[in-house]
């Protein structure tokens, strides 16, 4: 990923540790590219769930432990 070794030693600020202080008004590009990267993890994390009721796995990952990242 383009910028990801632009975190370096400040991927604790860009994690929060100072209240995003100096990041927010105008957005840093790296934090910007931190947020998109999580809401990509959220949006696999809720794809991988059964959403529907009458599943008798319903509720549950559809992958094995083993094989969520294949």
Do not use: H
């Not at 995003?20 to 993890?41: A, K, T, V």
């Amino acid at each position: 990923m383009p910028g990801l070794a632009k975190l370096g030693k400040k991927w604790r600020e860009y994690q929060g540790i100072r209240n995003w202080e100096g990041l927010l008004d105008p957005l840093d590009e790296n934090l910007r590219r931190e947020i998109l990267r999580y809401g990509q993890f959220v949006d696999a994390i809720y794809k991988s769930f059964d959403f529907d009721p009458s599943s008798p796995s319903y509720a549950n990952s559809l992958f094995t432990r083993s094989s969520f990242f294949e």
